[in-house]
């Protein structure tokens, strides 16, 4: 099933009208979908053809894990659908949003009210606390949670006023989460997010991302390395060489507690 027809967003005034009010979020569409998707960096002898050509539909609602070798061109996918980069060709839509051609503003718009990002590293401010940290994203969101119930998702209610220096790596990561969260975004985006973590530690992060995904509905797409991350996804998509290898649809997931690590 393919996204039904794309809405010009160049006949309408803002895209946060058009996106949170003019037209409530349709779930019965895919979240993305991506035609002939092509990035290539650089020029010439240089040039570095990151994407080939990608053909691609994530469900709405789903938890997706993408693995592949180092440089097969899943941070450049996540960065692509996320908003964060352009394709050099193809398409790529969000539910009936055209992305591949909003203007940068749309775009901002875009990744303001639809899109958390949870990195390896968490990019905490180490001078504001936990509660302080969430806030930042709340004080900008059009519809955000409560910082403190944002943290309560994450099971850090407790620790709020705690600077990142006096939490673990994976509380960290979790105050992270809940400041990718607090917005109540569409699209939860994470780029190896057990990347810094020990096998318990990593664990933990994926139940919260996995509660997320049930109890906010938002569709969870995780770039990882570790590949038994994949046992507890709806979908995982194999990448290699910038393009896809294999999809392959779980039919039954295991929790966090259960996989290999
Ligand atoms: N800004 C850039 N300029 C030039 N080449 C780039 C740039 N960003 C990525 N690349 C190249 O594009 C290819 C895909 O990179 P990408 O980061 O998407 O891979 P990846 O699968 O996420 O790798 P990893 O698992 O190591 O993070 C690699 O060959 C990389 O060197």
């Not at 160049?10 to 996106?19: A, G």
Request: glycine share 8%; with cysteine.
């Amino acid at each position: 099933m393919t996204a039904s027809l794309p809405l010009g967003l160049s006949d309408v005034k803002t895209s946060k009208e058009i996106i949170v009010q003019d037209q409530p979020l349709k779930k019965s569409l895919p979240a993305f979908t991506t035609k002939a998707l092509t990035k290539i960096y650089g020029e010439g002898a240089a040039a570095v053809h990151a994407l080939r050509g990608v053909d691609l539909e994530i469900p709405s609602g789903e938890m997706v894990v993408l693995l592949g070798p180092s440089g097969s061109g899943k941070s450049t996918l996540l960065n692509i659908i996320g908003g964060l980069d352009r394709a050099s060709e193809g398409t790529v839509f969000f539910q009936d949003q055209e992305l591949s051609d909003m203007t940068d503003e749309q775009l901002t718009r875009y990744r303001r009210d639809h899109v958390g990002f949870v990195f390896q590293f968490y990019n905490l401010m180490p001078s504001l606390t936990a509660h302080e940290n969430v806030e930042l994203v709340t004080e900008i969101a059009s519809d955000p949670m409560d910082p403190e119930e944002a943290l309560g998702l994450v099971g850090l209610r407790d620790r709020a006023d705690h600077f990142p220096s006096q939490l673990s790596g994976g509380e960290q990561q979790r105050v992270a989460i809940a400041r990718a969260v607090a917005k109540q975004p569409t699209v939860l985006f994470c780029d190896e997010p057990t990347g810094a973590l020990d096998s318990t530690t990593g664990r933990t992060v994926l139940q919260v991302l996995k509660d997320i995904n049930e109890t906010l509905g938002a569709t969870v797409l995780i770039v990882t390395h570790a590949a038994a991350t994949a046992d507890m996804a709806d979908r995982v998509i194999h990448f290699a060489d910038g393009a896809i290898r294999e999809i392959v649809v779980n039919k039954t997931k295991l929790g966090p507690e259960d996989i290999e690590w």
